[in-house]
């Protein structure tokens, strides 16, 4: 017995003296090394921890225009989700499967349909130093230095099986299962939706935008406007418009002089009868509809374009808590 425990304090002191040497080793190579390289090294092990935490988990954005106002305001800082609809492999490639899949009423992220890219070195470099600087640098920008949209935020209105129409920027559904319209309003009420959306355009507005949009299809018919017609189109309209109603009102007004033509019939009725969204798609609009490009502009998009849900503002501090 007492030779075993001789053997046991060999072994043991061998092993801690073996220890305490590699302690000593690693010490005085610390002490040889480069400041600089140490510093270097430092960094990069941060910045590989924030690009897997961005990619992979919560990325950070910040939020460029009034789309979404009053839910996310310009400015806003946003922490939004990857994991729960499955992140990309790499930036911009190969996308996982998630957890579950965008629901409606959720505000989620998803790559822009009519962004252009400049190749993929520099989408690459781009989202690369978009999340190592937490959305604060964007080197992707325009001629007047303002950040492209690479990648939009809105709101689900619809998801797959459902309908979908828009008259003078109001929305109507009908969800699967249900035989009727209803306005959006309503289905908020009876689905338990808790958003606001915010509109900027009056009823004049539009009276403006359908003259204009009649003016602007007679004329091109080789047609005189009523001179009512023409008199109310020249009045001052908002700003922002709506390029939506008036491109309805001008091929519903060129069907009617062309009724013979079937790409007037064709976009005519796409406007009447509205959108119907497949399985694997979602419809998202921005919550201030006067002042939104979104699905009305591009159609609906596809599950595997959606790259997270947003989750939380982080700033400015008097605007932080969840995103609904």
Known sequence: MAQWYATVQRVTERALTARKRRRIVR????????????????????????????????????????????????????????????????????????????????????????????????DLVQRIIYMLTLSIVDIDVNKNGQPRPHFLIKRAIGVGGDRIRIHEGSVSLKPRGIDTWMREADFKKLSGANYHTRRLLSPKDYEVIHAQ?????????????????????????????DQYEWMGVRYEDLHAIYPESRDYSNNWRQFELGWYIPNGWVFPMGDNRDNSKDARYFGPVQLRSVLGKAMFKYWPMARIGAIR
């Open 27 to 122: 010490r005085e190579k610390q002490k040889k090394k480069n400041p600089v390289l140490d510093w270097v090294e430092a960094f990069l092990w941060a910045a590989v921890v924030v690009l897997i935490i961005n990619q992979y988990l919560f990325q950070a954005y910040q939020i460029p225009s009034g789309s979404m106002e009053n839910t996310l305001l310009i400015g806003d800082r946003i922490f939004v989700n990857k994991l729960v609809y499955g992140p990309e492999l790499l930036p911009g490639m190969v996308k996982l499967s998630g957890f579950a899949k965008p629901t409606r009423d959720t505000v989620i992220i998803f790559d822009n349909p009519l962004y252009l890219s400049k190749g993929p070195v520099f």
């Open 213 to 241: 949009a009649l003016v602007d299809a007679d004329k091109s018919a080789g047609i005189t406007p009523s001179p009512v017609t023409a008199k109310l189109a020249t009045e001052p309209v908002s700003a922002y418009g």
